[in-house]
Structures are given as C-alpha cells and as structure tokens.
C-alpha cells in the first residue's frame, strides 16, 4: 500500500491512547480503534508508522500487528486465549533435560534450573524434572496457578507473551521475561541450550542460521513489546 500521510501522532482518549494519521485514526484490520493503554507503548507504535517509507510494510510494523491482535484477535476471547498459553506448562522445556552427555545435561541445569527457581518462588510452585522424552505430568497446583498468572494479564501482554513461550517453548521462560525474572538475552540463550548444543555436534549450515537469527530477532522483539505493557 502507498503511503497517504505525512506523520503519526499519538493522541489521548477515552480508550486509551490512539495513533492519527494526519488527524484521522488509525483503525484496526477489524476496523476497531487502535487504541493503547500506554504513551510509551502508542509513541513505540507511532514510530513504526513514521518510519515508513513511500510503501507501507507491515512486515516491518510488527508492534502495530501485535496491537492489532491484541484488539481483535484476543480481547474478544482473552480467558481461551490465555489458558492456549498456560497449556505450555504441561511440557514445559525446562523439565525435559537431555539423558546424555553429562556436558550437554550440565549446560541444561545450569541455564534452566535458576529459572525454574525463580518460578518457584514467584508463584509459589513446584516442578517434576526427568530426563528424556517421556510425559512426566505436573502436579495440578502449579499448573492451576501458573494458569492463574497468565489470565491475569491484559490482551496486549498476552499477545506478546504468546510469542515468547511458542518461541521458547517454555511458559517459565514466557514469564520470566514478562515478570522480569531474568535478562531476555539469558533467556532466549536457555531457550537455545539444544540447538547450539546440536550445532557444536555437527555444524550449522546458513539457512539454520538464518533461521535462527530471525527467531531471535522475533523474541526480543516481543521482549520489548511486553516491557512496554508492562511499564
């Protein structure tokens, strides 16, 4: 689409702050307002549109899709959305530690086991930790309050969150990063133990590192979307 204004504001209403373009508001692709619940979080989405060129590409709007989803997708069904995300609980990647070798089964406690801790604390909580790939289940309290905490959160966090716990694989991760229980980057470099590990074994050719590089692009950008809602 070619660009038809001339610069983004960021103005103050009742549902929040919305994002004009030359004096008319932008809408969602559900044709709702977009609206948000923080300056900082509008004047992060206002950029996204300033930055545009004589083309508009949403591929480089990526706050703007997260806000778009956050209004359409899942504030019309927030409570189903939000117990997909705590699903993750249920096989959590931070329980399931490699049999073999001790090397890889080190790197893996040393990365997970703080982070485990922290839910621990957090949420008052406890974890089954196995080696291997068989199902070890979740003692039902934990999964209920982690549950809990993810429901909690307003739209915009979850759409956020989504991301980083699909990304991750982990709900602790998910988290830690919305709660501040660790730095992202240590996250995301958890969240990568088994695929580094894979690399250092055999090699990594250029399009898993492409690959790679784009998936942790996307996770600090949803990083950065949910310390905004956060804020």
């Known amino acids: ?12 209403g009742e549902g929040g702050f919305g994002i004009q373009l030359d004096g008319r508001p932008v809408r969602t692709p559900a044709r709702a307002l ?59 990647l931070l329980c399931y530690r490699a049999e073999a070798p001790e090397a890889l089964v080190a790197r893996q406690a040393a990365a997970w086991d703080p ?5 621990v604390a957090r949420y008052d909580v406890a974890f089954r930790v196995t080696r291997g790939l068989l199902p070890v289940a979740q003692p039902p309290e934990t999964l209920e309050r982690l549950a809990q ?16 716990v699909t990304l991750s694989g982990s709900l602790v991760c998910g988290l830690a990063v919305v709660e501040g229980g660790h ?31 784009l998936r942790r692009e996307e996770f600090s950008t949803n990083c950065a979307f949910c310390a905004l809602t956060r804020a």
């Open 115 to 119: 982070l485990l801790d922290w839910a």
């Open 34 to 92: 977009l609206a948000l619940p923080d300056a900082a979080l509008a004047e992060a989405v206002a950029r996204e549109w300033r930055a545009q060129g004589d083309a508009i590409d949403p591929r480089s709007m990526p706050f703007t899709g997260l806000a778009n989803a956050a209004i359409d997708q899942i504030a019309p069904h927030r409570e189903a959305f939000a117990a997909g995300i705590a699903r993750y609980a249920e096989t959590d």
């Open 149 to 164: 905490a993810v429901e909690a959160f307003d739209p915009f966090t979850l759409a956020g969150l989504s991301t980083l």
């Open 1 to 12: 689409m070619k660009r038809f204004y001339q610069d983004a504001a960021v103005v103050a």
């Open 183 to 213: 730095e992202p980057a240590a996250i995301w470099a958890a969240a990568e133990i088994d695929e580094v590990w894979q690399a250092e074994q055999w090699g990594e050719d250029a399009e898993a590192a492409a690959r790679g590089a």
